[in-house]
C-alpha cells in the first residue's frame, strides 16, 4: 500500500517563503506523475501543481504560477513545493498526490494522496 507523507508545513509572514516536502513509500515512486492540491479554509480542494513522473512539464495553477515551484528527486521518492512570496490567500491544508493516469490538475485523476500539512501565512 502507497503512503504519501507531507512535511514542512507552518506558520509563516506574508512575502515569506516554505518548502513543502512529500515522502513517498512507493516502489515504483518514478512511474507516477505527481502533484500538489490544498484546502482552504471553508473551501474545497484546489489543485496547484503536478509534475511528470520524469521530472518535466510542470503545471501550476494560475493563482501561483511565478511563485510555487514543484520539484522532485527519483533516488529519494520525494515531491517539493517551495512556495515563496507568500499571501495571506496561500493559507490552507496542501496534500500531495500521485497518479499513472497522465499528467492532469484534475482530483480525481489521483490514486494516493498524503494527509496534508497546514500552512499558516500571516497578513
Known amino acids: 500500500q502507497a503512503q504519501l507523507v507531507e512535511t514542512g508545513g507552518g506558520l509563516v509572514q506574508a512575502g515569506g517563503s516554505l518548502r513543502l516536502s512529500c515522502a513517498a513509500s512507493?516502489?515504483?515512486?518514478?512511474?507516477?506523475?505527481m502533484g500538489w492540491f490544498r484546502q482552504p479554509p471553508g473551501k474545497e480542494r484546489e489543485f496547484v501543481a503536478a509534475?511528470?513522473?520524469?521530472?518535466?512539464?510542470?503545471l501550476y495553477a494560475d493563482s501561483v504560477k511565478g511563485r510555487f515551484f514543484i520539484s522532485r528527486d527519483n533516488a529519494v521518492n520525494t515531491l517539493y513545493l517551495r512556495m515563496t512570496s507568500l499571501e495571506f490567500e496561500d493559507t490552507a491544508v496542501y496534500y500531495c498526490?500521485?497518479?499513472?493516469?497522465?499528467?492532469?490538475?484534475?482530483?480525481?485523476?489521483?490514486?494516493?494522496w498524503g494527509q496534508g500539512t497546514q500552512v499558516t501565512v500571516s497578513s
Open positions: 498526490a500521485a497518479t499513472r493516469n497522465g499528467l492532469t490538475t484534475k482530483e480525481i485523476e489521483y490514486e494516493y
Open positions: 512507493i516502489r515504483t515512486f518514478s512511474t507516477y506523475d
Open positions: 509534475m511528470t513522473y520524469w521530472g518535466g512539464s510542470p
